[in-house]
């Protein structure tokens, strides 16, 4: 026979413990929220541009069918051409929603801001939700969310490791940075009133290029490292100095997609990359002339990975190994795709609030 008291007590007790986590979590969440007072920001509904999408994939159609004069074609052949374009179109849009905002995430997250929320809405549409910015923040994500993304993969300078050090030990930081850590590690981050130093001085992104280089031949570009180790939401960046040669520089139009993979062979996840036959063309040739060296993949001006040429990539694919976890992989496998899309977005609705707003509707509540 069951002793009723024998779970029932348990029962009780357990019941006890859940009811006090959650009243002490409403009244940490309830405090949080008053201590904040008045918050400023921005919404955003942003949404992929389609009929843009459309109208260029019909231009790339009509100059790889050698057609100059679109409005003298017959009906038919304008109805196969507008087929091909939209299956094009449609392969792009296929897994550019995910894609998309990490991109939208990693843009808004170097802006330094608080608080970045984006969800995908409905189809090809996103949500952005930004708290505690000020204006010049406000403006400059809306700028921002409207940028086409820029790819590019670039050969990283064989002494990089010396001249980074060199770079991070002396007594000099780049305009519109400031000195910080990422893990216990020296790192840049952008200057809290980074926007406002921007706007007086708009040289600062070639002061920074210049910023512990050697050479006119090298390029500072700073390389992801993680958030900075106060509470600030800011991302810390460490120094990489890449080649500004052209022939060493591959850009996001050579890349045709890719995709995580699990490596058959030797374990782990990798990223399988396809190149056009421009890209594969120069890839070949750029890794075999400078096998041993890394190639930075750049997205947005930011550098995302280094990997190592470790042999001459022929045949137009190319398999990036490393320590990647699923996600990782999946995430550098997104840096590429969102590169090589050029998928243009559009701004539908947009809302701001000032701090002056802010506190008005806050002195309203009771």
């Not at 990489?240 to 699990?262: E, N």
């Not at 930075?296 to 022929?314: F, K, Q, Y």
Request: glycine fraction near 6%.
């Amino acid at each position: 026979m069951v002793n009723v008291k024998d779970w029932y007590t348990p029962i009780l007790i357990i019941g006890a413990v859940l009811a006090t986590l959650i009243v002490a979590t409403l009244f940490l969440l309830f405090s949080k929220g008053k201590d904040r007072g008045p918050q400023s920001g921005a919404s955003f509904i942003v949404a992929i541009d389609q009929d843009k999408m459309m109208r260029d994939a019909l231009e790339e159609v009509c100059l790889s069918e050698k057609v100059e004069n679109i409005d003298a074609l017959a009906p038919d052949h304008l109805r196969v051409l507008e087929a091909q374009a939209a299956a094009k179109v449609n392969a792009d849009l296929r897994h550019a929603d995910e894609f998309i905002r990490e991109v939208l995430l990693r843009r808004l997250d170097a802006l330094a801001i608080d608080e970045v929320s984006i969800s995908i809405t409905g189809e090809h549409r996103f949500s952005i939700q930004i708290a505690g910015a000020t204006a010049e923040q406000c403006e400059a994500a809306e700028k921002s969310v409207g940028q086409t993304s820029f790819l590019e993969l670039r050969l990283v300078a064989r002494e990089n490791d010396k001249f980074a050090q060199a770079a991070m030990a002396s007594n000099r930081t780049p305009k519109g940075y400031e000195r910080v850590t990422s893990g216990g590690t020296p790192a840049l981050a952008q200057a809290r009133d980074y926007l406002g130093q921007l706007a007086q001085d708009p040289t600062i992104p070639t002061l920074l290029a210049r910023f512990g280089s050697p050479s006119v031949l090298y390029e500072c570009v700073l390389e992801y490292v993680g958030p900075v180790d106060d509470d600030s939401s800011r991302t810390a960046y460490r120094p990489m100095y890449l080649s500004r040669a052209a022939s060493t520089t591959i850009t996001g139009d050579s890349v045709i997609r890719a995709r995580a993979d699990k490596d058959s062979f030797h374990g782990g996840n990798v990223i399988n990359v396809e190149f056009n036959r421009a890209g594969s063309d120069k890839l070949a040739r750029i890794s075999a002339q400078h096998t041993g060296e890394q190639m930075a993949i750049v997205l947005d001006d930011i550098v995302r990975s280094a990997p190592v040429l470790r042999e001459p990539i022929t045949g137009g694919h190319c398999q990036i190994s490393g320590d990647f976890t699923w996600e990782e992989a999946n995430r550098l496998a997104g840096v590429f795709n969102a590169g090589a899309l050029h998928i243009p977005l559009k701004i539908i609705e947009s809302h701001f609030v000032s701090p002056e707003q802010a506190q008005k509707s806050s002195s309203k509540r009771p």
